[in-house]
């Protein structure tokens, strides 16, 4: 979770993201514990960063039921995209390599604490020199962003069709917000729908809304609505200078 200005960002979201993933784990996720976390959020003002929730099984020998989890926080201070930042965009590019179990390793868009086939997808798009990367699965269609999900601007009949891939994704707070404020339409996309796309933006909770700028080199043609959104996110958070 960001926290920016003394406030911690969309804490329900990032709540409700963690009780869809203990539930298909079988994890029981306590009331007392989330009623802790927002106890704590309220009461502590801590610097700008980014505050991490980790679910444990709590006491246990290894493998046996969860019966009493526990539950641990852990800040790190991280350095937020300025205003100047969204307006410049970041660079993406499409991985060639697909993300199968076997090569990356299994969770891809799990929600959990393992983000090892995240990082090493990351690491090869920075080899590359950009600043994020497109995943697909083996059959050519969109999964996600390395470390964050992807919305896809789309031409159509009536103006532009704002999409997120229908399926890879990890749950995310800030889609989530974006879900609520806007109308985003799930739908299966291949490299070729983004090669038409006019404009596109990376979400996770440190980005907030990023646009990108250029796709495998190629610039896009309109990043406005990428922009307008983007900082349309820090308005209604009270970040935005002069809102």
Not at 65 to 72: G, I, R
Not at 132 to 149: R, W, Y
Not at 171 to 178: D, E, H, P, Q, T
Request: glycine content about 10%; proline content about 6%.
């Amino acid at each position: 979770m960001a926290v920016r200005e003394g406030k911690v960002l969309l804490l329900a979201e990032h709540l409700a993201n963690l009780a869809e993933a203990a539930s298909s784990g079988a994890w029981p996720f306590p009331k007392k514990i989330r009623t802790a976390i927002r106890s704590f959020c309220a009461t502590k003002r801590l610097p700008d960063g980014m505050l991490r929730i980790y679910l444990t099984a709590g006491v246990g020998a290894p493998g046996s039921p969860v019966t009493n989890p526990e539950c641990y926080l852990a800040w790190e201070e991280t350095s937020f995209p300025s205003e100047a930042d969204l307006s410049k965009g970041i660079s993406l590019v499409v991985l060639s390599q697909p993300i199968t179990g076997d090569d990356w390793g299994p969770g891809w868009g799990v929600k959990s604490g393992n983000y090892l086939p995240h990082l090493e997808a990351l690491r090869v798009v920075r080899a590359n020199g950009a600043d994020e990367g497109i995943a697909l699965d083996d059959k050519g269609h969109v999964l996600s962003c390395t470390m964050g999900n992807l919305l896809v601007w789309l031409p159509s009949r009536r103006g532009q069709l704002l999409c997120t891939p229908a399926r890879g994704a990890r749950s995310g707070a800030v889609l989530a917000w974006v879900r609520q404020n806007t109308v985003v339409t799930d739908r299966l996309l291949r490299h070729s729908d983004l090669r038409r796309a006019v404009a596109m933006a990376v979400t996770n909770s440190r980005l907030g809304i990023m646009p990108v700028a250029s796709l495998d080199g190629k610039a896009l043609s309109g990043p406005s609505p990428a922009t307008e959104l983007a900082f349309s996110y820090l308005r209604s958070h009270g970040l935005l200078r002069g809102s």
